[in-house]
């Protein structure tokens, strides 16, 4: 969602540094962003120089913005009113000399509008995020500026992040309370932003807001506050283990195809460093009466196939819930429970809020994150990270085969025989390489480039294929926006089956396991409706149209196969002249609900 950069320092190139800032939150998903600097020369009170864009930032330039050591950027990702220039942030009070961003949705707006209008203040967008600085000039009258911020913020209903320029110094002043931030703590200057990764160019040292924590960021200090109490806190800085380069697209064209080919490399080093949390990380799932997996999209999707895992490898029932719903379930938790939430940014709404409800009800919580010190890793009794690098590709893929990895590992400790764990994803990584040849690429490019104008897709399997079914239709949808829908073969008679007619394409799992029988009888009935059948399997069949071989991994063929899925939806955006990267109406980060 949207992405925020901040810098306050002694170098004179604020706007560049935001600017590039930006270009590095671009995965995030935005349809407008802006910044602001402030003008050199102006005395105690700054004034601002701001520009403000609907659209990609794209090749547009900021050499033309006053030099200064102090900016503010923000993309926008729109919930409150439309695309538009007057929309983008940041926004500014009456006078021009508050300068604020907004991360969030403020559920209480058009009361607190209303009274700020009353006031006389004059509103010019339709956003929520503008009554925050209106807000913070009114109570400015009466007490000192970073008091009127934290008294503002309390006033909002809501999740939310934001910063402000302060109007007489070069000082931010931040606060969150569900929406991520983070302080980079340079060298001769400081940053404030919504995303770790943006932050690796300057800085790796970190701190990561936590609720409620309200941050004062100058060039030389930066000062922590409890929001509700005002008092200061003492912080502990965290050090960045990511790198530059693995956030940087390197030789690729598109970090999707990158961060896909990572993928062999990132499984065999689950194998051989994820053993022992593993191991630690069982014995909780051992000594819990019940466990519960949660997440949204890719992510739940991982909890379905964890749910298989546990049932086959360690004979252990694992229920499952997408976020959004998991909190109309969870009547049922007590003290004895465990919840597995699983996520790659760690900062989805709908997984934190199903998280916090658990946590309520005296649940355990386990989090399976990509990104350190975000709020599920710190929200939980226990976390562990994947361990897949930065991911900034909108569609997820090497965090998707990295949880189901370490769930392999897991489900595999569980059942006494962690070393066999091993083994299986080790097989799964080679698999996954033999994928991604290019005499292997090339023939999936053939497949897309045959099936580029089709209007449906339709992807089977059973058992673990299911879920590697549910998630080949969402790749596919996202970026390629070809309707695609993934279900249980099961499924194809109850309803589904009627939709096949000639040449409709239709993409079956048949792996080297149980199903393999019951899934090829629902190629076959597909086949028999004028279905072209792709068949992707260890060993081809007749029933193929097209045959994609992908090697046996046992329970961890999973992951193989779901990248054939991925690699597809890839070339599939491709041949339609798609920016498989940032597909339409999509955010990286879903931090809104
Ligand atoms: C799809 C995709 C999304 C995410 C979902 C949860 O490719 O990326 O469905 O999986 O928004 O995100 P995380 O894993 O960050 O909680």
């Excluded at 030389?220 to 697209?249: C, D, H, Y």
């Excluded at 109309?328 to 989805?348: H, I, N, R, W």
């Excluded at 975000?374 to 562990?384: F, G, I, N, V, W």
Aim: aromatic fraction near 8%.
């Amino acid at each position: 969602m949207c992405g925020i950069f901040g810098y306050v320092g002694h170098q004179e190139d604020a706007a560049d540094i935001v600017f590039e800032g930006l270009k590095r939150l671009e995965y995030r998903g935005y349809d407008s962003w802006g910044i602001a600097v402030k003008k050199p020369g102006t005395g105690s009170k700054n004034t601002f120089a701001i520009r403000k864009r609907t659209g990609k930032i794209g090749n547009a330039k900021v050499s033309d913005l006053p030099k200064s050591s102090f900016g503010l950027g923000h993309t926008r990702w729109a919930t409150h009113g439309g695309v538009t220039k007057i929309n983008a942030h940041p926004h500014t009070d009456c006078t021009g000399s508050i300068v604020l961003i907004h991360n969030g949705i403020i559920e209480n707006y058009e009361k607190l509008k209303k009274n700020l209008i009353a006031h006389g203040h004059r509103f010019v967008s339709e956003t929520d995020s503008e009554v925050a600085v209106h807000l913070i000039e009114e109570l400015n009258k009466t007490c000192s500026f970073t008091e009127a911020v934290r008294k503002a913020f309390l006033k909002l209903e809501g999740l939310n992040a934001i910063i402000v320029m302060h109007p007489r110094a070069h000082t931010f002043v931040g606060v969150r309370n569900g929406s991520p931030l983070v302080v980079g703590l340079g060298k001769g200057g400081n940053y404030l932003a919504s995303d770790a990764a943006a932050l690796l160019p300057h800085t790796k040292k970190v701190y990561f807001l936590e609720d409620n924590d309200l941050v004062v960021a100058d060039a030389e200090n930066v000062q922590i506050i409890e929001v509700k109490t005002g008092k200061r806190k003492k912080i502990k800085p965290r050090t960045l283990t990511w790198s530059i380069k693995q956030a940087e697209k390197g030789k690729y064209p598109h970090f999707m195809i990158k961060e896909i080919h990572e993928q062999p490399s990132i499984l065999s080093e689950i194998a051989s460093s994820g053993l022992s949390n593993a191991k630690k990380l069982s014995k909780h799932i051992d000594q819990a009466f019940d466990t519960y997996m949660v997440g949204c999209g890719t992510a739940s999707y991982a909890c379905i196939a964890g749910s298989y895992l546990f049932s086959k490898i360690a004979n252990r029932h694992i229920n499952w819930a997408v976020g959004s719903e998991f909190g109309y379930q969870l009547d049922f938790l007590t003290p004895k429970s465990l919840v597995m939430a699983l996520s790659q940014s760690g900062e989805t709404i709908d997984t934190l809020e199903a998280v916090k409800k658990a946590k309520g009800k005296g649940a355990k919580i386990f989090a399976l994150v990509n990104t350190l010190g975000s709020s599920l890793y710190r929200e939980a009794d226990y976390s562990m990270l994947i361990g897949a690098g930065p991911e900034k590709a909108v569609a997820s893929t090497k965090a998707f085969t990295g949880k189901l990895a370490h769930l392999v590992l897991l489900a595999y400790a569980l059942a006494g025989k962690p070393k066999s764990g091993q083994s299986t994803l080790l097989k799964a990584a080679k698999a996954s390489k033999t994928v991604l040849t290019p005499e292997s690429r090339a023939r999936i490019k053939k497949l897309a480039e045959r099936m580029k104008n089709k209007e449906h897709i339709y992807v089977i399997g059973r058992g673990l294929s299911y879920p590697a079914s549910l998630e080949t239709a969402l790749k596919i949808k996202e970026i390629s926006y070809i309707h695609a829908e993934g279900f249980a073969a099961g499924e194809l008679k109850h309803g589904v089956i009627a939709l096949v007619e000639k040449g409709t394409p239709c993409i079956a799992f048949l792996p080297n396991d149980e199903t393999y029988g019951a899934n090829l009888a629902g190629a076959m009935e597909m086949k028999a409706r004028g279905g072209s059948i792709i068949g992707i399997s260890h060993k081809p069949h007749e029933v193929f149209d097209f045959y994609i071989p992908v090697a046996d991994a046992q329970e961890a063929t999973i992951i193989p196969n779901v990248i054939v899925g991925q690699v597809l939806a890839y070339y599939l955006a491709i041949a339609r002249d798609l920016d498989p990267d940032m597909p339409r109406n999509l955010a990286k980060s879903v931090t809104v609900k």
